[in-house]
Nanobody, 115 residues
Framework: QVQLVESGGGLVQAGGSLRLSCAAS????????NNWYRQAPGKQREWVAT???????NYADSVKGRFTISRDNAKNTVILQMNSLKPEDTGVYYC?????????WGKGTLVTVSS
C-alpha cells in the first residue's frame, strides 16, 4: 500500500523558514514526478513546485527564489525548503507523486505564517 506522509509544518513568523519533508512507502519517488501543492483557507489547491524523475525542477512564480525542492533518493523523501515566508504562504501543504498510471497524495501538513 502506498503512503505519502508530510511533516515539518508549523507556525512561523513572516521572514522565517520551514523545511517540509514527504516520506514515501510503497512507491519509489525517483520513478515519479514529485510535486508540492498547497491550499490556503477558502481557496483552491495550487501547485507550488515540481521535481521530475529526471531531476528537472520548476516553481510557481509566487515562490520562486524563496522555496527549494529536492529529493533524497536514498531516503525516498522529497523536501521543500521554504525561506522568507510570507503570510500568504499559509495553508496546508500536500505532497504528490505522479506517474503514468498513478497519482498519490499525502494528507498534508499545515503551515501558518504570522505577520
Amino acid at each position: 500500500q502506498v503512503q505519502l506522509v508530510e511533516s515539518g509544518g508549523g507556525l512561523v513568523q513572516a521572514g522565517g523558514s520551514l523545511r517540509l519533508s514527504c516520506a514515501a512507502s510503497g512507491i519509489i519517488f525517483s520513478r515519479n514526478v514529485n510535486n508540492w501543492y498547497r491550499q490556503a483557507p477558502g481557496k483552491q489547491r495550487e501547485w507550488v513546485a515540481t521535481i521530475t524523475n529526471g531531476g528537472g525542477i520548476n516553481y510557481a512564480d509566487s515562490v520562486k527564489g524563496r522555496f527549494t525542492i529536492s529529493r533524497d533518493n536514498a531516503k525516498n523523501t522529497v523536501i521543500l525548503q521554504m525561506n522568507s515566508l510570507k503570510p500568504e504562504d499559509t495553508g496546508v501543504y500536500y505532497c504528490n507523486a505522479r506517474g503514468v498510471f498513478n497519482d498519490y497524495w499525502g494528507k498534508g501538513t499545515l503551515v501558518t505564517v504570522s505577520s
